[in-house]
């Protein structure tokens, strides 16, 4: 029995020991993946928002087999080979008429001209390049596209950043198992919060609360999300080399499903518009986006692109003959015939941005985005906490904790005020955005080395926080013009809804701010009774 019980314990000593280092080593890197994939489950409303605009469904409200003739017409016959066309946040279509091949960098790539087209059919800009390129510098989503890159690559090129993504997702997946697996009490842990005088017991009991709440989101998460990096930064590839050669068109065309030998004798197209129509009107919703391959020969086709649906989950493609406008199929994901394996990739972005119900659902992820994010936090002050009553030289752990933890929110919210700013001054907002996040991230790690005090200097990060989510509403309104009573009026949910966050953010920042303040002038008098409450406060 006595050594059952020190096999136990042994165990569960070793189960502590992995969730504490695989929380530790890479806890900061994956604070901030988790915090950016937090803000990036709401980046379309992000997008919205920062552009002050609304879908307008255009691409059901405009003729776009009239626009779509026109632009052939005016564009090179080697870029009919494909032609995607999507609305963007600033209520225009894009229309990318574009060929495949290898860019600078060796990777496949899309290749030709986009234009972007007014709702009165009106082209607005043309421009020639590879889609990743054009993508890159297109001002409509300098904002949404910086805080989603970091959250996916950390900036760091590719393929390195997405591997790194990667083994944070595994170290993530480490310490919600090793967690999970740890608690010999799960049901009453959910709701053990003991009324402590000590903050630190607080702290501990808060921590094992909200990680035991978040444990099955955080292993979901942590699954998809290191799946999403390797397979992208490596399982595609390896693919391409084992299964194809080394052919990367080949290994395309088997994963889009694409036919590989087609026709390229001229015939007319059918009605594009009349095929969008038909296919909303099967979905009872507006597609994400339409492609439409080798058009006015004998192998046009038609995809559209549907979001999932109200009560579905996966993603929903619908393919027609755009020869004589016939629906043909639902297509799966991947490959051309339905499996196992397209219904679950399917099933992973939905899951893993929590766009299965619309923005209930994405409400939801955030939640539990903070809650994950919370747990981290919590998990290495605690660590902090504990060593700095042997040695004093852990005192850095805490102001590192400190400048990460609230510098990150801080230089985010200064990446959006240089994206307005660099608006109203009509400058690149591509690079002004990341730009803002640097600055700011310098002047953050200034703040941390000058401030000897942490308990001063995080007031003083919490503070910025809570002022940069109150002004970013009124910098956003002159830089746009759009008002509150515009969004309702127009039914701009999205804008709306990150404000609110905006303004409830500022709110608990200065609520924080303000119990950090009175702990303090508590711990003076405990520590000086003779001062008076006045004296304290000075």
């Avoid at 595609?236 to 036919?259: K, N, R, S, W, Y």
């Avoid at 009573?485 to 809804?497: L, N, T, W």
Wanted: proline share 3%; aromatic share 12%.
């Amino acid at each position: 029995m006595a050594e059952n019980a020190s096999n136990i314990r042994s165990k569960a000593k070793a189960l502590l020991s992995l969730h504490s280092w695989s929380g530790i080593v890479l806890g900061m890197l994956l604070y901030a993946v988790i915090f950016t994939g937090t803000v990036a489950v709401i980046a379309d409303e992000i997008g919205e928002w920062s552009n002050s605009n609304y879908p307008k469904n255009l691409l059901m409200t405009t003729d776009v087999n009239e626009t779509v003739n026109h632009l052939a017409e005016i564009t090179p016959d080697e870029y009919l080979d494909e032609i995607s066309v999507y609305e963007n946040d600033r209520q225009q279509l894009v229309y990318f008429f574009h060929t495949h091949k290898l860019n600078p960098n060796g990777d496949m790539d899309e290749f030709g001209f986009q234009y972007k087209v007014s709702p009165e059919g009106e082209i607005i800009t043309q421009q020639q390049g590879f889609g990743s390129d054009l993508f890159a510098q297109d001002d409509t989503y300098a904002l949404s596209r910086f805080l989603v890159s970091i959250h996916t690559e950390l900036h760091i090129p590719s393929p390195w950043g997405l591997i790194l993504t990667g083994i944070l997702g595994l170290a993530m997946l480490i310490a919600s198992v090793s967690g999970f697996m740890m608690h010999r009490h799960l049901f009453t842990d959910m709701f053990s919060i003991r009324k402590q005088r000590d903050g630190k017991s607080l702290k501990r009991d808060s921590h094992t609360v909200a990680g035991t709440w978040s444990i099955p989101f955080a292993i979901l998460l942590a699954f998809t999300g290191s799946f999403f990096s390797f397979s992208d930064s490596f399982g595609l590839p390896a693919m391409g080399i084992v299964a194809f050669g080394g052919d990367q068109e080949a290994l395309m065309h088997t994963l889009v499903g694409e036919q590989q030998h087609k026709s390229e004798v001229p015939k007319d197209s059918a009605n594009l518009t009349l095929m969008i129509a038909d296919a909303a009107k099967r979905q009872s919703a507006v597609p994400a986006f339409i492609s439409i391959s080798h058009f006015a020969t004998e192998s046009a086709s038609l995809l559209t692109f549907f979001m999932p649906n109200e009560g579905e989950v996966g993603f929903e493609q619908l393919v027609y003959d755009a020869t004589n406008g016939d629906f043909i199929e639902y297509k799966p994901l991947v490959g051309t015939v339905p499996s196992a394996g397209s219904a679950i990739l399917s099933l992973i972005y939905p899951i893993h941005y929590g766009t299965f119900a619309g923005l209930f659902s994405k409400i939801i992820w955030v939640g539990l985005g903070i809650a994950t994010c919370y747990v981290t936090i919590t998990g290495l002050q605690l660590y902090a906490h504990r060593n700095e009553k042997g040695e004093q030289h852990w005192r850095w752990f805490s102001r590192l904790c400190t400048w990460g933890f609230l510098g990150l929110p801080l230089c985010s919210l200064s990446s959006a005020s240089g994206f307005f700013i660099s608006e109203n001054l009509a400058l690149n907002q591509s690079v002004w955005t990341p730009l803002s996040f640097l600055i700011a991230a310098a002047v953050v790690t200034i703040l941390t080395l000058a401030i000897k005090n942490i308990a001063l200097l995080s007031n003083v990060l919490l503070a910025s926080n809570g002022l940069f989510c109150l002004l970013l509403p009124f910098i956003r309104f002159f830089s746009s013009g759009v008002s509150w009573i515009d969004a309702i009026q127009y039914h701009m949910v999205s804008m709306m809804f990150i404000e609110c966050m905006l303004l409830a953010c500022s709110a608990l920042c200065f609520y924080r701010l303000y119990k950090s303040v009175q702990m303090t002038k508590k711990d003076t008098i405990i520590d000086n009774p003779t001062l008076s409450t006045q004296e304290a406060a000075q």
